[in-house]
């Protein structure tokens, strides 16, 4: 069975890097403009993996994260933080806040297959 990636992410040029790579890689991934459908679709669609950008329209890639975790059916599922700021503070409050891991921007392509299988790793589910 193929890993299902939730991608939640405004910045149209960035959602298709990504979701063009994740594609290549073999996953199955589902998109989201901003962090209110982030979480409809992870509702519905119980993702195995959520990349979660921070700066969103709306409610934030934070605010996004507590609203997932307050699903007892999604709850478990890894959410990482996406963002530009590379700073190492930033990482920290990421951490902090909840998020399962951290993908800064731009993204590291090379880099990317090992994070996933990482990741996915973390919501004890299949990697492939
Ligand atoms: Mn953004």
């Known amino acids: 069975m193929t890993a299902r990636i939730l991608v939640v992410e405004d910045n149209a040029v960035n959602l298709k890097l990504i979701r063009d790579v994740l594609n290549f890689l073999g996953y199955q991934v589902t998109v989201a ?11 519905t669609g119980g993702p195995d993996l959520v990349l979660m950008d921070l700066q969103l329209p709306g409610i934030d890639g934070t605010e996004a994260l507590r609203q997932l ?6 709850r478990h599922v890894p959410v990482v933080a996406v963002t530009a700021s590379a700073m190492k503070h930033d990482r920290e409050q990421a951490t902090r806040d909840g998020f ?3 993908l800064g921007k731009p993204l590291d392509i090379a880099a990317l297959p090992d994070q996933i299988r990482s990741f996915l790793a973390r919501g004890g589910g299949h990697v492939g």
């Not at 975790?69 to 999604?74: A, G, H, L, W, Y």
């Open 33 to 43: 403009h901003s962090g209110e459908e982030g979480v409809e679709l992870a509702r």
């Open 69 to 74: 975790r307050t699903d007892p059916k999604i």
């Open 100 to 102: 399962d891991g951290y």
